[in-house]
């Protein structure tokens, strides 16, 4: 009988997992265990990107540069910051106002 090639993955506790089923009869078997050696045009996560890359110049939907994504994220920065503020003052406005009532209280006879 033939040999028989299969993906697998080596785990961090150093078992392997195969991808999928032998295609071999019950029995004894040789295994040789060699490394992959790692590629984007391969790895499926950089497929599904250039799939979405494509998807979108098909339907004409513009590329953003660098240095639009990174004025993008500077701006949603300076916003949550913005934000984070806005929310300091409003707690340090109502611990005020619990300090006033609590201090009216106590001057009350």
């Not at 540069?65 to 994220?73: L, P």
Request: charge should be negative.
């Amino acid at each position: 009988m033939a040999a028989v090639a299969i993906k697998g993955m080596v785990r961090a506790d150093g078992t392997l997992e195969l991808e999928g089923k032998v295609p071999l009869p019950p029995g004894a078997v040789s295994v040789t265990v060699e490394p992959v050696p790692y590629s984007q045009e391969t790895d499926p996560f950089f497929q599904m990107l250039r799939g979405i890359w494509a998807e979108r110049e098909k339907a004409g939907l513009p590329t953003r540069t660098r240095e639009e994504v990174d004025a993008e994220i500077r701006e949603f920065r300076d916003e949550a910051d913005e934000r984070i503020e806005e929310l300091g003052r409003i707690q340090d406005e109502g611990r005020r106002r619990r300090e006033d009532a609590r201090n009216q209280e106590d001057e009350t006879p």
